[in-house]
């Protein structure tokens, strides 16, 4: 066996939030006629709440919403943000992170395992990975929809580990943001994080290593070694 690894969604494999994930949300939230739009920088502090239902929830608390109006509300605003989000992703408007793609297609040559364990929903999680990487890409998907507890919980990452049948030293995560490292951490995972604009100033202590992007960095060759000395 070579080993896996096993990425994240969002901010990972693809940039999806500052220009995806955050215009879902402000559309949705025109369309039920609340008078909430999330800018660019009051998005990067919201992401610290996992799972885009969550995120409302919590953002509506602080509005001052009851806590069952906060729920009931996230819930039907999401349902919305989904629908939206899925249709960006079949018009192609997310891209995946530069140098991706020919990562996963030496990954693969090379006889490793590919798994993904993201807390996005998979409505959403599935269209995309078969449009950006090719269906069938990835031997086991688990999405927030599976989990009862999003990242930085590890639930998501045990669920990947069990559907691809290999312990946690034989796989390393790869992560772009602070919850997503304790997640995998959590599992008994590697991780090496790769950082973006909203995730570069958290702290990444226990990281294998951390980049800033993968065009440039050997990421193949660094995660073959580190899968060859587990
Ligand atoms: C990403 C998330 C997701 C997205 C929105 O975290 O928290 O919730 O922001 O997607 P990670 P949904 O990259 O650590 O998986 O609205 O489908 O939840
Ligand atoms: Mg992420």
Known sequence: RNGAIVFDV???????????????FNSAFSAAGLPYQWDVETYGRLLQTTGGRRRIAAFLRRQGHSRHEAEELAATLHTDKTARFRAMVEQGTIPPRPGVRALLTELSDTGV???????????????????????????????????????????????????????????????DSVNGLRAAQGAGLRCLVVTNHYTSNQNFTGALAVLDRFLGHDVATLLRCHLLHD
């Open 113 to 175: 395992t590919l798994a993904v364990a993201t807390t996005g929903t998979r409505v959403w999680v599935e269209p995309l990975l078969d449009n950006l990487f090719g269906r069938g890409r990835f031997a086991c998907v688990v999405t927030g929809t599976e989990v009862p507890t999003l990242k930085p919980d590890p639930g998501v990452y045990l669920q990947a580990l069990d559907g691809i049948g290999l312990r946690p030293n034989q796989a390393i995560a790869v992560e």
């Open 10 to 24: 969002d901010g990972t494999l693809v940039d999806s939030e500052r220009d995806g994930h955050r215009i879902a």
